[in-house]
């Protein structure tokens, strides 16, 4: 059987074999195409929802780092809803990564070292007066910089029925924002809702209760 | 105390105050740290980078 494929100079070369054995590939030695065995990539994650070090395995060659901040908290009196925590994310190559990183994770800015960073969504503004939602987080450093979804609109507090609708918190890449409050009775007491994992904005309060964002995360994806 | 100032979010004619710690923690640039005072707060405060001093915010809050 012959198969015709590129050599990587823009001409096609043809390799005469068999059909090979199960689970070969066409492979190169730098001057010969042949059948050769193939392999699969080891892949290893770590991830991290507080604090703690990286060390970088001897056997990795590039890592893919996931830098998601905290979601922002809602405003009080049905204010705006927290911003989602922002999103970086970048590919390293490992043998250039000196030694142990730091990784900053859970509340607030999350940090993989000096590496790259994700900043939390901001704290929703309190009512009493119809505010609007806070603003997402950013990403800095990494390859590539997502910002956090905006918190929405609180409704704020009205002197005739009471407590109105808090703002929405805003998304992250990972977790939605929490649902901000509607008191179901007039004058009634509803918290905000917290955010969703993972860096989710929490919803505004209903009078003076507003949720809590959600904690940011680092992933690590080891390649070897 | 020290207040992580993130340029890339801006509020008023500076900069968001993103957080506010005892001791500050490695982070990727352009984010950075500058000392502060006991009072201020994360997002109810701004960083002016015209004079570098951290200002109340009037809106937040």
């Known amino acids: 059987m012959s198969i015709i494929i590129g050599e990587g100079s823009g001409n096609a070369i043809s390799v005469n074999s068999t059909v090979g054995t199960a689970g070969s590939v066409i492979t190169s030695d730098g001057t010969n195409s042949y059948w050769g065995d193939g392999f699969i990539l080891g892949v290893t994650q770590t991830t991290y929802t507080a604090p703690g070090t990286w060390t970088k395995p001897s056997t990795a060659t590039t890592i893919k780092v996931t830098v998601v901040g905290a979601g922002g908290s809602g405003g009080l009196f049905a204010g705006g809803g927290g911003g989602g925590g922002g999103t970086a994310i970048i590919y390293l190559q490992a043998p250039a990564i000196p030694g142990p990183v730091a990784v900053t994770a859970g509340q607030g800015t999350n940090s993989f070292g000096a590496f790259a960073s994700a900043t939390s969504g901001s704290t929703g503004p309190a009512g009493p007066n119809g505010v609007p939602g806070a603003a997402g987080g950013v990403g800095s450093s990494g390859d590539i910089n997502i910002g956090g979804g905006a918190g929405n609109y609180g409704e704020g507090v009205s002197p005739v029925f009471g407590a109105l609708s808090g703002g929405n918190g805003g998304s992250s890449t990972m977790g939605g924002g929490g649902k901000g409050s509607a008191p179901a009775a007039l004058f009634a007491v509803t918290p905000g809702n917290p955010g969703k994992n993972y860096g989710g904005g929490a919803g505004g309060g209903g009078n003076s209760t507003a949720g809590t964002g959600a904690p940011g995360i680092v992933i690590v994806e080891e390649y070897s | ?61």
Request: with cysteine; hydrophobic share 35%.
């Open chain 2, 1 to 61: 105390m020290k207040a992580l100032i993130s340029p890339e979010e801006k509020v008023n004619t500076g900069y968001r105050v993103a957080q506010v710690e005892e001791n500050s923690f490695e982070v990727a640039p352009p984010l950075f740290w500058v000392d502060c005072s006991n009072e201020v707060i994360q997002d109810q405060f701004w960083y002016d980078p015209t004079d570098e001093q951290i200002k109340p915010n009037p809106i937040a809050g």
